[in-house]
């Protein structure tokens, strides 16, 4: 069991660029969840995939994002024109299917100047 | 909607005293609930967990009862020790939870952060 991997670990951006995630489930997991995290909050929801269907979206998740899960395999979060409050950590998580338990990743980073 | 609410912190303890953690919830339906442990530089990662009301979760000496009459799940610990510092998250399931076939976000706590001395 190699668990969730993020990649990169750590981002750091200039605001107006765009920047990309990638998450690597636990292989024969088919529900992929994306959350966000800011200081001294939970994660909070962003969006979620069945295989490579993406069944919910958060209002969270605004215009400037976007997800996607090619072949139900790895995930990946873009963020176009970055803001400074786009800065946060990116948690991803998988379960397998009829299972609550999520696993998370490592997470990644970002910090935009 | 769904929220978690927990006890504010820091919570701040000796080695072997004992801990509690407060946790209510609001919620739809029969969610399941869950604690979720963040270790100083390390991912999430689930504690225990309890699918329906009366379910006691437990897991290296931590326990939480689901008790639907009062939308609580508190968490806790006989005796902490300092490898038990960390940030501690409550969660719901929406959607889950006996009889649920379906299993969607996970609703958190804003987390409690635990510092245990010797």
Redesign the interface.
Known sequence: DTG?SQNPRHKITKRGQNVTFRCDPISEHN?L?W?RQTL??????LT?FQNEAQL?K?RLLSDRFSAERPKGSFSTLEIQRTEQGDSAMY?C?S?PA??????????TRLLVL | GNSVTQMEGPVTLSEEAFLTINCTYTATGYPSLFWYVQYPGEGLQLLLKATKADDKGSNKGFEATYRKETTSFHLEKGSVQVSDSAVYFCALSDLGGAGGTSYGKLTFGQGTILTVHP
């Open positions: 969730v529900r969840y959350y001294g909050q939970g994660p909070e929801f979620y919910e958060s948690l998580a379960g009829y299972q609550e338990t999520q696993y998370f990743g490592p997470g």
